[in-house]
């Protein structure tokens, strides 16, 4: 039975199946959560990035890959790249839940009991923090309806207004 959690942490020190990369499109490292995953994880990211981005070219908004962890209390890092926010007329809704969904498919596929999320295009792609975590949790709560699938999915948030509206969102249907 999956189960919903919520931590206000780094997510580079979670231990859990897979960790979720609010990643660019050239996954070669940003700033943000990425540049701490990346950092944090070591060049063994990097490396598996590359190969990805040879393979090909690198990773479209609202789609996601999977890397190694490196040095990351992690298994894997899913990468995914968020949209810019354009006003919500760019069909940023619908690629942020792609997002989310692509994420647990590729854990699924990965047979991952466990993953942690960060919050996927607040910060330098301006996403509202409040439609952004309602998005991720209807959007986990509906793919565990869909799937059956059995994975415990933590939501990290690095600041206290990301905390307060997912903790908000997370207790109206407990």
Known sequence: MSKLFLQKADITKIAVDAIVNAANTS????????????????PAILDDCRKIVARQGGCKTGEAVITTAGNLPAKYVI????????????????KL???????????LENKVKSIAFPNISTGIYHYPKPSAAAIA????????????????????????ENYQLYSHLLDEKK
Request: charged content about 20%; overall charge negative.
């Open 97 to 107: 839940t792609a997002c989310y969904r692509n994420s647990m498919n590729l854990a």
């Open 137 to 160: 949790v209807q959007t986990v709560r509906d793919w565990l309806a869909e799937t059956n699938a059995d994975i415990d999915v933590y939501f990290v948030c690095f600041d206290d």
């Open 27 to 42: 996954l070669l490292g940003g700033g943000g959560v990425d540049g701490a995953i990346h950092r944090a994880g070591g």
């Open 79 to 94: 990468h995914t790249v968020g949209p810019v926010w354009n006003g919500g007329e760019k069909n940023e809704a619908i």
